[in-house]
């Protein structure tokens, strides 16, 4: 019985830490997405974004993302610190990581930046099998439960690790293209003690493109956003891809969420429909969504995202003349 308990345990947290933690409001907080909008704004920026995945179901999923980053125009850099914070209620599995994020600014055309970024992390990973009882640690005869095992699958209550990644950012004033690299060090996560479970690269593609309506109206204050993302983890693929209206300060869009590898966890090829929608005041910027679930899975409640930013005033930072254009987004 402690074996199967163990391999289940084993299957169950080797299926949790597949795959990083996917925002649906990626692209109205693309600090989540890019290292390389460290700094972007030319000023100092900070948010944070809260999301819960399938309440209706007894495997609700809680994350959390938070950041704030400056400029510093001498150097054309931005700098910055996030943090992420992830927690399954039935697993019980938690998930830490702070990084430390560096970019710089390249100006490679007339209107094309290029803006490369590291980011340095140290993370945590709790299993939460404290309470997961061995049979060495059941003494019969004197009815004492020992605190300690000998068993060769003892699972370690939490593990720390250091963490590298990197992104690359191309933007001119009305589009962006970028990739992130994430876990470039493949840092070991095993459960086990001794064991050897390296993370899987994180990579995601992705891209932006604004039509401004100025081009057919004359009204400059609406535009349509074009965006996709594509990601990859091990054996793990996901597109998403969406379209979103900007009217002065408020916004409404929809993405979808595919599965193209259709692998053996979800057969379903559009596997959730999320519309959000958006408002800007005074260097606030406030965003919902909702996903609706379309796989397989059942009703799970579906998936809800909240996120808040706030834009510092630039006036305090000197440009020496000229300005880098940054990239565009509600």
């Given at each position: 019985?402690?074996?199967?308990?163990?391999?289940?345990?084993?299957?169950?947290?080797?299926?949790?830490?597949?795959?990083?933690?996917?925002?649906?409001?990626?692209?109205?907080?693309?600090?989540?997405?890019?290292?390389?909008?460290?700094?972007?704004?030319?000023?100092?920026?900070?948010?944070?974004?809260?999301?819960?995945?399938?309440?209706?179901?007894?495997?609700?999923?809680?994350?959390?993302?938070?950041?704030?980053?400056?400029?510093?125009?001498?150097?054309?850099?931005?700098?910055?610190?996030?943090?992420?914070?992830?927690?399954?209620?039935?697993?019980?599995?938690?998930?830490?990581q702070l990084n430390l994020n560096y970019a710089i600014?390249?100006?490679?055309?007339?209107?094309?930046?290029?803006?490369?970024?590291?980011?340095?992390?140290?993370?945590?990973?709790?299993?939460?099998?404290?309470?997961?009882?061995?049979?060495?640690?059941?003494?019969?005869?004197?009815?004492?439960?020992?605190?300690?095992?000998?068993?060769?699958?003892?699972?370690?209550?939490?593990?720390?690790?250091?963490?590298?990644?990197?992104?690359?950012?191309l933007n001119n004033e009305h589009s962006w293209i970028?990739?992130?690299?994430?876990?470039?060090?493949?840092?070991?996560?095993?459960?086990?003690?001794?064991?050897?479970?390296?993370?899987?690269?994180?990579?995601?593609?992705?891209?932006?493109?604004?039509?401004?309506?100025?081009?057919?109206?004359?009204?400059?204050?609406?535009?349509?956003?074009?965006?996709?993302?594509?990601?990859?983890?091990?054996?793990?693929?996901?597109?998403?891809?969406?379209?979103?209206?900007?009217?002065?300060?408020?916004?409404?869009?929809?993405?979808?969420?595919?599965?193209?590898?259709?692998?053996?966890?979800?057969?379903?090829?559009?596997?959730?429909?999320?519309?959000?929608?958006?408002?800007?005041?005074?260097?606030?910027?406030?965003?919902?969504?909702?996903?609706?679930?379309?796989?397989?899975?059942?009703?799970?409640?579906?998936?809800?995202?909240?996120?808040?930013?706030?834009?510092?005033?630039?006036?305090?930072?000197?440009?020496?003349?000229?300005r880098l254009k940054c990239p565009v987004f509600f």
């Open positions: 019985m402690r074996q199967v308990i163990i391999f289940m345990f084993l299957v169950l947290a080797k299926s949790i830490v597949a795959q990083d933690p996917v925002f649906t409001q990626a692209f109205t907080m693309p600090e989540t997405l890019n290292t390389g909008f460290t700094g972007a704004i030319e000023g100092t920026k900070a948010g944070m974004i809260h999301r819960t995945q399938w309440p209706g179901i007894d495997f609700s999923i809680n994350t959390q993302f938070a950041f704030v980053d400056t400029w510093f125009d001498a150097f054309n850099s931005g700098i910055g610190i996030s943090i992420l914070n992830h927690k399954e209620t039935k697993s019980r599995y938690t998930f830490t600014a390249f100006q490679i055309s007339d209107s094309w930046y290029f803006r490369p970024s590291i980011s340095v992390g140290v993370g945590s990973k709790d299993y939460g099998f404290q309470n997961l009882l061995l049979e060495d640690q059941i003494n019969i005869n004197s009815g004492i439960i020992n605190t300690s095992s000998m068993d060769a699958a003892l699972l370690n209550e939490q593990n720390f690790f250091a963490d590298f990644s990197a992104s690359l950012l970028g990739a992130t690299f994430r876990h470039l060090n493949k840092p070991n996560i095993s459960m086990t003690h001794r064991g050897e479970t390296p993370l899987g690269i994180f990579l995601s593609v992705h891209g932006l493109i604004e039509i401004p309506m100025s081009y057919f109206f004359r009204d400059n204050q609406n535009s349509i956003y074009l965006f996709s993302n594509f990601m990859k983890q091990d054996d793990f693929v996901r597109f998403d891809f969406g379209s979103q209206y900007v009217y002065d300060k408020f916004s409404i869009g929809v993405s979808i969420a595919t599965n193209p590898a259709k692998n053996q966890y979800n057969d379903s090829f559009i596997t959730s429909v999320n519309p959000f929608i958006g408002f800007k005041w005074e260097g606030w910027k406030f965003n919902y969504s909702y996903g609706f679930n379309t796989s397989e899975i059942g009703q799970t409640g579906g998936v809800y995202e909240l996120s808040i930013a706030y834009e510092f005033s630039t006036n305090g930072f000197a440009n020496n003349g000229r």
